[in-house]
C-alpha cells in the first residue's frame, strides 16, 4: 500500500536517513525500532510532510510522487489519508476533546459538523473517554491526553496510522493503557507504523521490525526471527542493552 | 492661583465632545494597523525573502522615532506630495479641505502597525510548533490551521500587550491637535486659550483620558477571561 525508495534526509550537512526503503501492506504493525539519532523518527516525519526529504520515491495506493518535489496538492492527499500521533500528544489547547477530532473531519475534510460529531463520539468511546467530550485538554491527565490524540488519528479513518514514540512521555502506568488501545486497533486490522521503545508491544503486536541505526535500515524481520536469532550485531548489541534495563 | 469651578465644569462636557473623534481615530487605526501587523508578522515568521528584512527595517524604523516627530514630519509633506500626485494624474483634489482626520489617520496607522507586527509575532511564537504540525497532520490546510488553532492562541496571549497598544494609541492621539484634528486635547486647549485656564483644561483633558484609559484596560480584562476558559490555571494570581 505504501513503498518508499531511497529515502534521504540532511539536516545542516548532517545525513540523518542514509537510503532506506520501507514498505508498508494493508494490515500491517510495523515496529520501528534503534537508538537515539539513528532517524527513525524522522524517517516517519517524512512520511507524512512534516519533514521534507531529500530525496526519496513514495507509492502510496494510486499516488506516485517524488518527495522533494512534492506539491502542497499531493502532501494534502497524502495527509488526509494518514494519521500521525505525537509524542507530546499535540492536542489543540483551544478545543475541547470532542472538537479536536472533529476538528480534521471538518475543517480538514467538509464532513457536515453533526456526522462528524457522531463519529469523533464513537472515536472517543473507543479509546475510553466518552465521559470527557467536553474538558479542555489542560484538564486532562497526559494518559487522557494521547487517548485523544489515537481518537483523533483513528475518526478519519486514514490508511495508515504513524506513531511517534507515543508512551514515551507518559509515565509507566499509563503506558499501559495507551499499548492496549494500539493492541485493539492492531487486532481489527488498522495498518501501523510505530516507534517506540516498547519491546514488549514489538514482541507481541507486530508483524514486522525494522532495525535503524545511523540513518539506515541494519535489520528486517518478523519479531520472532528477530528477537530470537538477530542477524546484525549491533543489533543483537541493542537488544541485550534494553534487556539489561529489565523491560 | 485662582480656580475656575465653572470653567472647569463647562469645559469637562464640551471636551467630551472631542470624544468621538478621539475614540474613532483608536479604532480606525487599530481596525486599519491590525490587518497590516499581522501580515508584517507572518511576513518574518515565514522569513519571505526581501520582504521581512523590509519589514523589520520599517519597524526599527517607526518604532525607534519619537510620534511627534513622525506627526510633524508627515504632516509637513504629506499634502505637499498628494497635491503633487494629485495635479499630475488630473486628479481633482484640494489638499486643504481634506479633513486632517485623515492625515491622523495615516500617521497612526503607520507607527501603531509597526508596533502590533512586534505585539503579534511575539504572541505567534509563543505557540508551541506542535500545534500547527498536528493540524497540518489532521487535514488542515496552512490557512485553517492559522485561522482555527494557532492564531486563537496566539491572540489570547496578544491580549495585554493589545490591550497597552490601545491604551498609548489613545494617549498618542492627543497629538492629533498638531494636525488641527478636534480631539479631546484640542477642544480643551482651544477653550483654555479664552481666558488662559490652562490649569483647569488640563485637569479636564486628563480625567478624561484616565477615564478612557481605565475602560478599554476593564474591557480588554474581561475579553480576556471570557475568551481563556481553556487555558491551564497561571502560575500566581
Not at chain 2, 494636525?179 to 490649569?199: F, L, Q
Request: aromatic residues 10%; positive net charge; charged residues 20%.
Amino acid at each position: 500500500m505504501m513503498n518508499i525508495r531511497n529515502l534521504h534526509k540532511s539536516f545542516h550537512r548532517h545525513e540523518v536517513i542514509r537510503g532506506v526503503d520501507l514498505s508498508v501492506h494493508r494490515g500491517d504493525v510495523v515496529v520501528i525500532l534503534g537508538p537515539s539519532g539513528s532517524g527513525k523518527t524522522t524517517l516517519l516525519r517524512t512520511l507524512n510532510f512534516l519533514e521534507r526529504a531529500d530525496e526519496g520515491e513514495m507509492e502510496f495506493g494510486q499516488l506516485k510522487l517524488r518527495m522533494p518535489r512534492a506539491t502542497a496538492k499531493e502532501i494534502a492527499e497524502v495527509r488526509k489519508r494518514t494519521g500521525f500521533v505525537f509524542q507530546n500528544y499535540n492536542l489543540f489547547n483551544n478545543k475541547t476533546a470532542l472538537e479536536n477530532v472533529t476538528e480534521g473531519l471538518v475543517a480538514g475534510r467538509g464532513i457536515p459538523v453533526a456526522n462528524a460529531v457522531d463519529i469523533a463520539r464513537r472515536a472517543l468511546g473507543k479509546v475510553g473517554l466518552s465521559d470527557r467530550l467536553d474538558y479542555y485538554p489542560s484538564r486532562l491527565s497526559g494518559g487522557q491526553q494521547q487517548r485523544v490524540g489515537i481518537a483523533r488519528a483513528i475518526a478519519t479513518d486514514p490508511d495508515v496510522i504513524l506513531f511517534d514514540e507515543p508512551t514515551s512521555a507518559l509515565d509507566p502506568e499509563l503506558v499501559g493503557e495507551i499499548l492496549a488501545i494500539m493492541r485493539n486497533l492492531a487486532a481489527e486490522g488498522t495498518t501501523m507504523v510505530v516507534v517506540t521503545h516498547e519491546l514488549s508491544f514489538a514482541r507481541e503486536v507486530a508483524n514486522r521490525i525494522v532495525f535503524m541505526d545511523g540513518g539506515l535500515i541494519l535489520e528486517e524481520g518478523s519479531p520472532a526471527d528477530f528477537f530470537a536469532s538477530p542477524k546484525e550485531e549491533r543489533t543483537r548489541q541493542f537488544l541485550r542493552r534494553l534487556d539489561s534495563v529489565g523491560r | 492661583m485662582n480656580f475656575n469651578l465653572d470653567f472647569f465644569v463647562r469645559t469637562f462636557f464640551l471636551a467630551l465632545a472631542g470624544l468621538p473623534v478621539t475614540v474613532g481615530l483608536t479604532a480606525c487605526t487599530l481596525a486599519l494597523a491590525a490587518p497590516c501587523a499581522l501580515a508584517f508578522a507572518l511576513v518574518r515568521m515565514y522569513r519571505v525573502r526581501f520582504f521581512d528584512k523590509a519589514v523589520a527595517l520599517y519597524v526599527t524604523f517607526l518604532r525607534g522615532t519619537p510620534i511627534v516627530l513622525q506627526i510633524l514630519i508627515i504632516y509637513s509633506i504629506l499634502p505637499s506630495a498628494l497635491n503633487a500626485v494629485a495635479l499630475r494624474s488630473g486628479w481633482k483634489l484640494d489638499v486643504f479641505a481634506v479633513n486632517p482626520f485623515w492625515y491622523a489617520l495615516f500617521v497612526f496607522t503607520l507607527n501603531t502597525s509597526a508596533i502590533l507586527s512586534e505585539v503579534f509575532r511575539s504572541a505567534i511564537l509563543t505557540v508551541d510548533r506542535g500545534q500547527l504540525e498536528a493540524a497540518l497532520a489532521a487535514g488542515l490546510s496552512h490557512f485553517h490551521a492559522w485561522k482555527r488553532i494557532v492564531l486563537p492562541q496566539a491572540f489570547l496571549v496578544a491580549l495585554p500587550n493589545l490591550s497597552n497598544a490601545t491604551v498609548n494609541l489613545i494617549k498618542s492621539t492627543s497629538l492629533a491637535f498638531m494636525m488641527t484634528v478636534r480631539d479631546v486635547t484640542a477642544i480643551a486647549k482651544i477653550e483654555a486659550s479664552y481666558g488662559y485656564n490652562y490649569i483647569e483644561a488640563y485637569l479636564d483633558i486628563f480625567i478624561v483620558y484616565a477615564l478612557l484609559g481605565f475602560a478599554v484596560q476593564w474591557a480588554f480584562s474581561a475579553f480576556e477571561r471570557r475568551l481563556g476558559s481553556w487555558r491551564k490555571k497561571a502560575l500566581f494570581r
